[in-house]
C-alpha cells in the first residue's frame, strides 16, 4: 500500500512539474543598453537574473529561468516566464521590449563552375586566395566534421583574430576541430524548453555540434568546402567539389533541431559569434516577413553590420506568392534560388509509347525494377492522403509490384517514395500539381521514381484514365550539362515586393539553389530519410537555403580580396555585377515568362564581376537609422534595432530630401504623388582617373532623368554623387498595371569590364 502511495505521489509530483514547466513561455527581454542600475553589478548575467529576483516569486530558482544573457546582439536575456511575472517585467525600469521566442524554419560538385571560378584562371579565386583568411560563420543544424569537405589539408593556420572554442558535447570533442572547421558551438536552450521529445522514427539528435539532420554539412560545405576529388552522389553529378570559398575558415553554431530553430537559440549564437570574430554570418533559415523591430534575426544583424560583418540570409521557399520575401532588413543580404544547367534525366516511357520527361537522382543500375514495365496505380477517394502517398494510406494489394504515382505536396517527396515502398511498390511516379508547375527538385529516392512537371502529370492522368491497364517504364539517363537554359528563378524562391519595407528591393539577388550537391553526414541516407541505409559523403538537395550559402562564400571571396570593406560595400559589388541574362545570352526565366525584379533581385551572382566591380554604393550605419526614421518608425521602434537614442524630426530635418544609398532603387508613387527624386552616391574602388557616363533603361510609363550624366573620379576611394528624377506619366489610381521595371547603369570609357548596374522598380500604391 505504501508503495502505491510513493508512486502516487510521484505521479502527481511529476504532472504538477509538467503543468508548471508547460506553463511558463520562453520571452526574449531587450534591455537599455546603458541602463543606470547595471553599474551596480559586478557582471552583465549577474544585471540580467536581478531582473527576474524581482518578479519571480515562487518556489523556483531565478537562474533556473535564465536561458541567455545577451551582450553583443543585443544587450538583454531570454527567460521563462508565466503570464503574471511577464506583467510585472514589463513595468521595470530599463526594459525596451519583450518578444514571445519564435520558431523559424530551414528555409557542390557544379555550381563554382557554373558561376564562372575557376582554378586555372587568374580570376576571381585566385585575387582572392579562394578565400584566404576569411572566417564564415554558418548557423544551422550542425556539422559533420568527418565528412572530406572540412580536411583541413593546404589551409593556413587559424587567423589571430579568433576567438571561439570548439565546444565539446555528444560524439562530437575538440579534437573535431582543425584549420578548416575553426569552431562549433550548439544553442539548446529554447529548443530543449519548448519542445516535446521526438518520436521514435526521427533520427537521433546529438546534444554538441554534430549534425544530426544533413542541412548544416551541406550549407556550411556549399560556402567554404575543401576540395574533394572524385565526388558523387551513388554515381550521379560525379566532379569536384568544393564550396565558394575554398580557403575561408568555417565556424558552426548549431541552432536549429528536430523542432525547428528558436529565436532565442538564433540571437545567442549571433551574439557569440560576433564576440568570437567572424567576417560573414550564413543564415538559411527564417519565417514570414515580420516588422524589424520584432525581428530577432533583423536586430541580431544590425549589430553584426556595426561590427563589419556581412549577414547573408534566404529569401524563403514561399514562392511564387507576392510579397513572401523574409529576412528583408535592408542591412541583410537576401537571397533568392535559381536553377543550374544540369539535369538528372529520368524519362518516363507510357504504355502508349509516348514520352514524359522527368528527373531523378535514383541510381538507377541498382535495382531490379529500373528500366522494367510496370502497371501503373495511382490510389485515389477517402481521406486518408493516399494520392499523396501518405504513410499507411496505400492499400497493399492496389500497389503490389506496381509504379504509383504520388501527387506531390504536403508530405516530404522522398518520404513519398518510402510509403510506397513499405506498401509494397515496386517504383513511384512524383507528380507536380498546378502549385509546383514544372519546378524540378529531385531526390535520391529509396527505390526507382521519376519527378514529372504539371504538363506531364496531366498527360500521364489522362493515359491512365483511358487505357484499362497503363503501364510505364523509367528510363535513367545519368547526369547531363549543358544542354538546358539557365539560370531561371526556381519556382519555389520567395518573392518580393518587400512586406515591411517596400522602398528596398527584396530579394537582393539569386544563387543556384535547385537540385545543389554538397557534403552529407554520414548517420543518414542521401534521401535523409532514417529507414534509408544508404550512406554517402554528398548528396542533392533544394531551396533558399542552398542559394544562401553560395552568396556566403562570394562574399567571403570579396572580402579576403577587400579586406577593409563594409558589408554595404560587399552587398554592392555583387548586386551591381549580378547577370540579367541566362547562358544562351536571353533574359533570365521565371517559369514561362522572363524574371522580374520581385524574383530575382538584381539577378544572378557573377563572382568573378563582383571581386572588381569599379565602382560601389556604401552605407554607414547611421545612414540605416535615417532610413528607419523615413519609413515612420518611431523613437522605441528604432532603438530596440539600433540601440540609438534619435530624433527622428531632427534627422529627417536635417537630411531632407534623403533616400538610403542603396544600390537598387525602389520607387514608389503614393496616391496623387507624380514625381519622385532619389539621390544616390558612388565610390571609385577600381582604377584613378575614371570616367563613367550613365544609361537608362526607363520603367514603361516613368520618365527618368539623371544629373549628372557624367562621373570623373580622379582618384580611388573618391566618391560622388548623383541624382535622378522620376517622373509617372500615370495617374495613381488609374494604371492597369502597378508595377514596373528598368535599371541604371554606369559604364566606364574605357574599361569594359567595369558595368555598374542598379535595378529599378516602379510602384503605383493603391
Not at 120 to 125: K, L, T
Not at 144 to 170: I, Y
Not at 182 to 196: L, M, N, T, W
Not at 669 to 679: E, L, N, T, Y
Request: charged residues 15%; aromatic residues 8%; contains cysteine.
Amino acid at each position: 500500500m505504501e508503495a502505491k502511495a510513493q508512486l502516487l505521489f510521484s505521479v502527481l509530483f511529476l504532472f504538477l512539474v509538467f503543468v508548471h514547466a508547460q506553463s511558463l513561455q520562453t520571452y526574449i527581454i531587450q534591455l537599455h543598453p546603458h541602463g543606470v542600475t547595471a553599474s551596480s553589478f559586478s557582471s552583465k548575467v549577474q544585471w540580467h537574473l536581478s531582473f527576474l529576483e524581482r518578479i519571480i516569486f515562487s518556489e523556483d530558482d531565478p537562474s533556473s529561468r535564465l536561458l541567455y544573457s545577451y551582450h553583443s546582439a543585443m544587450e538583454g536575456f531570454a527567460a521563462q516566464l508565466s503570464e503574471t511575472e511577464l506583467e510585472s517585467l514589463r513595468k521595470l525600469g530599463e526594459v525596451i521590449a519583450v518578444r514571445p521566442d519564435t520558431r523559424l524554419q530551414l528555409h557542390t560538385t557544379y555550381s563554382y563552375k557554373f558561376l564562372g571560378l575557376s582554378p586555372a584562371s587568374r580570376g576571381g579565386w585566385f585575387q582572392s586566395g579562394f578565400g584566404h583568411g576569411t572566417i564564415v560563420g554558418v548557423l544551422d543544424t550542425g556539422v559533420w566534421p568527418e565528412s572530406p569537405s572540412f580536411s583541413d589539408h593546404g589551409m593556413p593556420p587559424v587567423p589571430k583574430k579568433w576567438r571561439g572554442v570548439c565546444q565539446e558535447g555528444q560524439d562530437f570533442n575538440s579534437s573535431n576541430c582543425n584549420r578548416k572547421l575553426i569552431g562549433a558551438r550548439f544553442f539548446s536552450k529554447g529548443h530543449r524548453v519548448a519542445s516535446i521529445s521526438p518520436s521514435s522514427d526521427t533520427v537521433v539528435e546529438y546534444v554538441s555540434p554534430r549534425d544530426s539532420h544533413g542541412h548544416g554539412t551541406h550549407t556550411s560545405s556549399t560556402a567554404g568546402g575543401a576540395s574533394v576529388p572524385m565526388a558523387s552522389v551513388l554515381g550521379n553529378g560525379a566532379g569536384v567539389a568544393q564550396g565558394m570559398a575554398p580557403r575561408a575558415h568555417i565556424a558552426i553554431y548549431k541552432v536549429c533541431w528536430f523542432s525547428g530553430c528558436y529565436s532565442s537559440d538564433i540571437l545567442a549564437a549571433m551574439d557569440v559569434a560576433i564576440r568570437d570574430g567572424v567576417d560573414i554570418l550564413s543564415l538559411s533559415l527564417g519565417g514570414f516577413p515580420i516588422p524589424l523591430f520584432d525581428d530577432s534575426i533583423a536586430i541580431g544583424s544590425f549589430r553584426a553590420m556595426e561590427h563589419g560583418i556581412s549577414v547573408i540570409c534566404a529569401a524563403g521557399n514561399n514562392g511564387p506568392i507576392q510579397s513572401s520575401v523574409a529576412n528583408e532588413a535592408p542591412w541583410i543580404t537576401t537571397v533568392g534560388a535559381s536553377t543550374l544547367d544540369r539535369r538528372f534525366p529520368a524519362i518516363v516511357r507510357m504504355g502508349n509509347g509516348k514520352r514524359l520527361y522527368g528527373e531523378s537522382m535514383y541510381p538507377g543500375k541498382h535495382n531490379p525494377y529500373a528500366g522494367k514495365e510496370l502497371e501503373l496505380a495511382y490510389v485515389t477517394g477517402g481521406d486518408s492522403g493516399s494520392e499523396f502517398c501518405f504513410k499507411g494510406s496505400l492499400p497493399r494489394a492496389k500497389v503490389l509490384g506496381k509504379m504509383v504515382v504520388c501527387d506531390r505536396g504536403v508530405n516530404g517527396r522522398a518520404e513519398k517514395g518510402e510509403a510506397v515502398k513499405e506498401a509494397g511498390g515496386a517504383a513511384m511516379i512524383l507528380a507536380n500539381t498546378d502549385i509546383n508547375l514544372e519546378e524540378d527538385s529531385v531526390d535520391v529516392h529509396v527505390l526507382p521514381a521519376s519527378l514529372i512537371g504539371f504538363a506531364e502529370s496531366v498527360q500521364l492522368k489522362s493515359y491512365m484514365n483511358s487505357s484499362r491497364t497503363p503501364t510505364a517504364r523509367i528510363e535513367f539517363g545519368g547526369t547531363v550539362i549543358g544542354k538546358s537554359r539557365a539560370p531561371a528563378v526556381a519556382q519555389f524562391s520567395s518573392r518580393g515586393p518587400s512586406l515591411t519595407n517596400p522602398t528596398i528591393l527584396k530579394p537582393d539577388i539569386i544563387a543556384p539553389g535547385v537540385n545543389i550537391i554538397a557534403a552529407w553526414p554520414q548517420n543518414l541516407g542521401p534521401s535523409g530519410l532514417p529507414e534509408d541505409s544508404r550512406r554517402v559523403n554528398f548528396t542533392v538537395m533544394s531551396g533558399t537555403s542552398m542559394a544562401c550559402p553560395h552568396i556566403s562564400g562570394i562574399a567571403a571571396l570579396i572580402h579576403s580580396a577587400n579586406p577593409i570593406w563594409t558589408p554595404a560595400a560587399i552587398k554592392s559589388a555583387m548586386i551591381t555585377t549580378a547577370d540579367v541574362t541566362d547562358h544562351t545570352g536571353k533574359p533570365i526565366m521565371d517559369s514561362n515568362k522572363p524574371a522580374g525584379v520581385f524574383a530575382m533581385g538584381a539577378g544572378q551572382v557573377n563572382p568573378e564581376k563582383a571581386i572588381d566591380p569599379g565602382l560601389i554604393y556604401d552605407i554607414k550605419p547611421d545612414e540605416y537609422i535615417t532610413h528607419l526614421c523615413t519609413l515612420g518608425y518611431t523613437r522605441s521602434e528604432i532603438f530596440a534595432i539600433t540601440h540609438r537614442n534619435v530624433s527622428c524630426h531632427e534627422l529627417v530635418q536635417k537630411n531632407k530630401g534623403f533616400s538610403l544609398n542603396y544600390p537598387s532603387i525602389s520607387v514608389i508613387f503614393r496616391h496623387g504623388m507624380m514625381s519622385r527624386m532619389i539621390k544616390r552616391r558612388l565610390t571609385n574602388v577600381g582604377i584613378p582617373n575614371s570616367i563613367y557616363s550613365v544609361q537608362v533603361v526607363a520603367p514603361e510609363g516613368v520618365k527618368v532623368r539623371v544629373k549628372p550624366h557624367h562621373l570623373i573620379f580622379k582618384h580611388i576611394n573618391q566618391s560622388l554623387s548623383y541624382r535622378v528624377w522620376f517622373i509617372s506619366r500615370k495617374r495613381t489610381g488609374e494604371e492597369k498595371t502597378r508595377f514596373a521595371q528598368g535599371h541604371l547603369t554606369w559604364v566606364h570609357s574605357h574599361h569594359t569590364s567595369y558595368k555598374v548596374r542598379s535595378p529599378i522598380s516602379v510602384t503605383w500604391a493603391k
